[in-house]
């Protein structure tokens, strides 16, 4: 069973950066697409951006210039690294790994990032 764990959220101002990271111990996540998802309270969960295995990436429009998603060179951890940050960024952000196109289907807990003055 794979375990993810989001790490790297926090309290940070307008305009600021985060760096969050997804781990998955003694699991080589290179073998797996790995997504970021956000849900803000009282919206539905979106799409942040996405890695393929080959390392492709692709964003959301909303994120786009300012996030940016890769994957660490331990082969167990992909981050997603956040900058110009806004209000409207805060969020729990949530990882999820998934094998061959089938989708995702582990998830990590998530972890809050709440960007404000």
């Known amino acids: 069973q794979l375990q993810l764990v989001e790490s790297g959220g926090g309290l940070v101002q307008p305009g600021g950066s985060l760096r969050l990271s997804c781990a998955a111990p003694g699991v080589i996540l290179d073998n797996y697409a790995i997504g970021w998802f956000r849900q803000a309270p009282g919206k539905e969960r979106e799409g942040v951006s996405c890695i393929s295995v080959t390392r492709d990436t692709d964003y959301a429009e909303a994120v786009k210039g300012r996030f940016r998603t890769q994957r660490g060179s331990a082969k167990n951890t992909v981050y997603l690294q956040m900058n110009s940050l806004k209000p409207e960024d805060t969020a729990v952000y949530y990882c999820?790994?998934?094998?061959?196109?089938?989708?995702?289907?582990?998830w990590g807990q998530g972890t809050q990032v709440t960007v404000s003055s």
């Open positions: 999820a790994a998934g094998l061959g196109g089938s989708g995702y289907a582990y």
